[in-house]
T-cell receptor, first 113, second 114 residues
Framework: ETGVTQTPRHLVMGMTNKKSLKCEQH?????MYWYKQSAKKPLELMFV???????ENNSVPSRFSPECPNSSHLFLHLHTLQPEDSALYLC????????????FGNGTRLTVT | GENVEQHPSTLSVQEGDSAVIKCTYS??????FPWYKQELGKGPQLIID?????GEKKDQRIAVTLNKTAKHFSLHITETQPEDSAVYFC?????????????FGTGTRLTIIP
Protein backbone atom coordinates (compact mmCIF):
# COMPACT_ATOMS: atom_id res chain seq x y z
CA GLU A 1 0.00 0.00 0.00
CA THR A 2 1.65 3.20 -1.19
CA GLY A 3 -0.73 5.72 0.38
CA VAL A 4 -1.42 7.08 -3.10
CA THR A 5 -4.12 5.23 -5.03
CA GLN A 6 -4.69 5.62 -8.75
CA THR A 7 -7.64 4.34 -10.76
CA PRO A 8 -8.03 2.80 -13.19
CA ARG A 9 -4.80 0.77 -13.47
CA HIS A 10 -5.29 0.28 -17.20
CA LEU A 11 -7.26 2.32 -19.72
CA VAL A 12 -7.76 1.89 -23.44
CA MET A 13 -9.49 4.72 -25.23
CA GLY A 14 -10.15 5.87 -28.74
CA MET A 15 -9.03 9.28 -29.94
CA THR A 16 -12.56 10.68 -29.74
CA ASN A 17 -13.31 9.42 -26.22
CA LYS A 18 -13.40 11.39 -22.99
CA LYS A 19 -12.10 9.72 -19.85
CA SER A 20 -10.71 10.71 -16.47
CA LEU A 21 -7.89 9.42 -14.32
CA LYS A 22 -8.32 9.58 -10.56
CA CYS A 23 -5.76 9.89 -7.78
CA GLU A 24 -6.34 9.87 -4.03
CA GLN A 25 -3.73 10.28 -1.33
CA HIS A 26 -4.10 9.26 2.31
CA UNK A 27 -0.86 10.81 3.59
CA UNK A 28 -2.04 14.26 4.65
CA UNK A 29 0.09 15.94 1.97
CA UNK A 30 -0.68 19.34 0.50
CA UNK A 31 0.99 19.03 -2.90
CA MET A 32 -0.07 16.72 -5.72
CA TYR A 33 1.48 16.09 -9.12
CA TRP A 34 0.80 14.43 -12.46
CA TYR A 35 3.76 12.88 -14.27
CA LYS A 36 3.95 11.17 -17.68
CA GLN A 37 6.31 8.20 -18.00
CA SER A 38 7.26 7.04 -21.48
CA ALA A 39 9.79 4.36 -22.38
CA LYS A 40 13.42 5.51 -22.41
CA LYS A 41 12.48 9.09 -21.52
CA PRO A 42 12.80 10.95 -18.23
CA LEU A 43 9.73 11.36 -16.08
CA GLU A 44 7.89 14.43 -17.36
CA LEU A 45 6.15 16.69 -14.86
CA MET A 46 2.79 17.77 -16.23
CA PHE A 47 0.97 19.60 -13.44
CA VAL A 48 1.53 20.61 -9.83
CA UNK A 49 -1.03 21.64 -7.24
CA UNK A 50 -0.05 23.20 -3.92
CA UNK A 51 -2.91 23.59 -1.44
CA UNK A 52 -5.36 22.95 -4.31
CA UNK A 53 -3.89 25.76 -6.43
CA UNK A 54 -2.21 24.92 -9.70
CA UNK A 55 1.35 26.17 -9.65
CA GLU A 56 2.89 24.44 -12.68
CA ASN A 57 1.68 23.62 -16.14
CA ASN A 58 4.64 22.48 -18.15
CA SER A 59 3.37 23.31 -21.63
CA VAL A 60 0.93 20.43 -21.55
CA PRO A 61 -1.56 20.28 -24.47
CA SER A 62 -5.09 21.40 -23.62
CA ARG A 63 -6.41 17.89 -24.31
CA PHE A 64 -5.15 17.16 -20.79
CA SER A 65 -7.15 19.01 -18.12
CA PRO A 66 -6.33 18.63 -14.41
CA GLU A 67 -8.70 19.14 -11.51
CA CYS A 68 -7.91 19.27 -7.80
CA PRO A 69 -11.11 19.61 -5.75
CA ASN A 70 -9.27 19.17 -2.41
CA SER A 71 -5.84 18.30 -1.05
CA SER A 72 -6.57 14.56 -1.18
CA HIS A 73 -7.94 14.16 -4.69
CA LEU A 74 -6.54 14.86 -8.13
CA PHE A 75 -8.05 14.15 -11.52
CA LEU A 76 -6.73 14.23 -15.05
CA HIS A 77 -9.45 14.67 -17.64
CA LEU A 78 -8.61 13.38 -21.10
CA HIS A 79 -10.25 14.20 -24.43
CA THR A 80 -9.36 13.81 -28.10
CA LEU A 81 -6.01 12.23 -27.27
CA GLN A 82 -3.39 11.16 -29.80
CA PRO A 83 -1.63 7.77 -30.03
CA GLU A 84 1.60 9.42 -28.82
CA ASP A 85 -0.17 10.16 -25.53
CA SER A 86 -0.04 6.44 -24.73
CA ALA A 87 2.10 6.15 -21.60
CA LEU A 88 2.07 5.45 -17.88
CA TYR A 89 0.55 8.37 -15.98
CA LEU A 90 1.78 8.68 -12.43
CA CYS A 91 0.26 10.67 -9.64
CA UNK A 92 2.41 11.77 -6.72
CA UNK A 93 1.99 13.71 -3.51
CA UNK A 94 4.33 15.38 -1.06
CA UNK A 95 4.50 17.90 1.70
CA UNK A 96 4.85 21.41 0.35
CA UNK A 97 8.45 21.52 1.74
CA UNK A 98 10.73 22.18 -1.23
CA UNK A 99 12.61 18.89 -1.07
CA UNK A 100 10.02 16.65 0.54
CA UNK A 101 10.01 13.14 -0.98
CA UNK A 102 7.53 12.40 -3.70
CA UNK A 103 5.15 9.53 -2.95
CA PHE A 104 3.97 7.96 -6.19
CA GLY A 105 0.94 5.88 -6.97
CA ASN A 106 1.26 2.78 -9.14
CA GLY A 107 0.12 4.61 -12.23
CA THR A 108 -2.51 4.27 -14.94
CA ARG A 109 -1.31 2.58 -18.12
CA LEU A 110 -3.05 4.50 -20.90
CA THR A 111 -3.33 3.21 -24.46
CA VAL A 112 -4.81 5.47 -27.13
CA THR A 113 -6.02 3.63 -30.20
CA GLY B 1 17.22 24.32 -17.78
CA GLU B 2 18.73 21.37 -15.98
CA ASN B 3 19.79 18.27 -17.94
CA VAL B 4 20.48 14.97 -16.17
CA GLU B 5 22.23 12.10 -17.95
CA GLN B 6 22.22 8.61 -16.45
CA HIS B 7 24.40 5.59 -17.27
CA PRO B 8 24.22 2.75 -17.90
CA SER B 9 20.70 2.21 -19.20
CA THR B 10 20.86 -1.47 -18.26
CA LEU B 11 23.05 -3.28 -15.75
CA SER B 12 23.28 -6.94 -14.79
CA VAL B 13 25.27 -8.10 -11.78
CA GLN B 14 25.71 -11.36 -9.95
CA GLU B 15 23.93 -11.63 -6.64
CA GLY B 16 26.27 -10.51 -3.91
CA ASP B 17 28.30 -8.23 -6.17
CA SER B 18 28.15 -4.44 -6.16
CA ALA B 19 26.30 -2.21 -8.62
CA VAL B 20 27.12 1.40 -9.50
CA ILE B 21 24.89 3.81 -11.41
CA LYS B 22 26.22 7.20 -12.47
CA CYS B 23 24.53 10.52 -13.26
CA THR B 24 25.77 13.89 -14.45
CA TYR B 25 23.94 17.19 -14.25
CA SER B 26 24.38 20.46 -16.08
CA UNK B 27 23.23 23.21 -13.71
CA UNK B 28 25.93 24.00 -11.15
CA UNK B 29 23.24 25.61 -8.95
CA UNK B 30 21.51 22.25 -8.39
CA UNK B 31 21.92 21.17 -4.80
CA UNK B 32 19.45 18.34 -4.14
CA PHE B 33 19.90 14.87 -5.64
CA PRO B 34 17.38 12.10 -4.87
CA TRP B 35 17.36 8.53 -6.14
CA TYR B 36 14.15 6.65 -6.83
CA LYS B 37 13.59 2.91 -7.28
CA GLN B 38 10.74 1.64 -9.44
CA GLU B 39 9.74 -2.00 -9.17
CA LEU B 40 7.70 -3.69 -11.87
CA GLY B 41 4.11 -2.51 -11.87
CA LYS B 42 4.71 0.11 -9.19
CA GLY B 43 5.47 3.79 -8.98
CA PRO B 44 8.93 5.12 -8.11
CA GLN B 45 9.93 5.20 -4.45
CA LEU B 46 12.58 7.41 -2.88
CA ILE B 47 15.46 5.29 -1.56
CA ILE B 48 18.11 7.87 -0.70
CA ASP B 49 18.94 11.51 -1.33
CA UNK B 50 21.93 13.80 -0.91
CA UNK B 51 22.39 17.53 -0.66
CA UNK B 52 25.35 19.47 -1.95
CA UNK B 53 26.74 20.23 1.50
CA UNK B 54 27.87 16.60 1.88
CA GLY B 55 29.95 14.34 -0.35
CA GLU B 56 28.60 10.94 0.66
CA LYS B 57 25.62 9.43 2.39
CA LYS B 58 25.00 5.80 3.37
CA ASP B 59 21.95 3.81 4.35
CA GLN B 60 22.69 0.14 4.98
CA ARG B 61 23.64 -1.39 1.61
CA ILE B 62 23.12 1.73 -0.46
CA ALA B 63 25.27 4.83 -0.68
CA VAL B 64 25.36 7.94 -2.81
CA THR B 65 28.41 10.03 -3.60
CA LEU B 66 28.47 13.56 -4.99
CA ASN B 67 31.25 15.40 -6.81
CA LYS B 68 30.13 19.01 -7.18
CA THR B 69 33.20 20.05 -9.14
CA ALA B 70 32.62 17.43 -11.81
CA LYS B 71 28.83 17.72 -11.49
CA HIS B 72 28.22 14.04 -11.11
CA PHE B 73 26.74 11.75 -8.49
CA SER B 74 26.54 7.99 -8.17
CA LEU B 75 24.46 5.31 -6.49
CA HIS B 76 26.30 2.33 -5.01
CA ILE B 77 24.53 -0.86 -3.97
CA THR B 78 26.63 -3.44 -2.17
CA GLU B 79 25.91 -7.13 -1.54
CA THR B 80 23.14 -7.06 -4.13
CA GLN B 81 20.05 -9.21 -3.60
CA PRO B 82 17.29 -10.32 -5.98
CA GLU B 83 14.92 -7.72 -4.54
CA ASP B 84 17.29 -5.00 -5.78
CA SER B 85 16.18 -5.77 -9.35
CA ALA B 86 14.28 -2.67 -10.49
CA VAL B 87 14.64 0.54 -12.50
CA TYR B 88 16.57 3.26 -10.71
CA PHE B 89 16.19 6.98 -11.47
CA CYS B 90 18.46 9.80 -10.41
CA UNK B 91 17.20 13.37 -10.26
CA UNK B 92 18.45 16.88 -9.57
CA UNK B 93 16.93 20.17 -8.50
CA UNK B 94 17.64 23.42 -6.74
CA UNK B 95 16.19 23.14 -3.25
CA UNK B 96 14.58 26.56 -3.39
CA UNK B 97 12.46 25.24 -6.26
CA UNK B 98 12.19 21.64 -5.12
CA UNK B 99 9.89 19.12 -6.68
CA UNK B 100 8.44 21.61 -9.14
CA UNK B 101 11.80 21.74 -10.92
CA UNK B 102 13.01 18.20 -10.28
CA UNK B 103 14.71 16.82 -13.41
CA PHE B 104 14.96 13.05 -13.74
CA GLY B 105 17.44 10.87 -15.59
CA THR B 106 16.26 8.27 -18.08
CA GLY B 107 16.63 5.35 -15.68
CA THR B 108 18.82 2.27 -15.23
CA ARG B 109 17.30 -1.19 -15.33
CA LEU B 110 19.23 -3.26 -12.80
CA THR B 111 18.96 -7.05 -12.96
CA ILE B 112 20.43 -9.20 -10.21
CA ILE B 113 21.46 -12.63 -11.48
CA PRO B 114 20.93 -15.37 -8.86
Amino acid sequence: ETGVTQTPRHLVMGMTNKKSLKCEQHLGHNAMYWYKQSAKKPLELMFVYNFKEQTENNSVPSRFSPECPNSSHLFLHLHTLQPEDSALYLCASSQVDRTAPLHFGNGTRLTVT
Amino acid sequence: GENVEQHPSTLSVQEGDSAVIKCTYSDSASNYFPWYKQELGKGPQLIIDIRSNVGEKKDQRIAVTLNKTAKHFSLHITETQPEDSAVYFCAASKSNFGNEKLTFGTGTRLTIIP
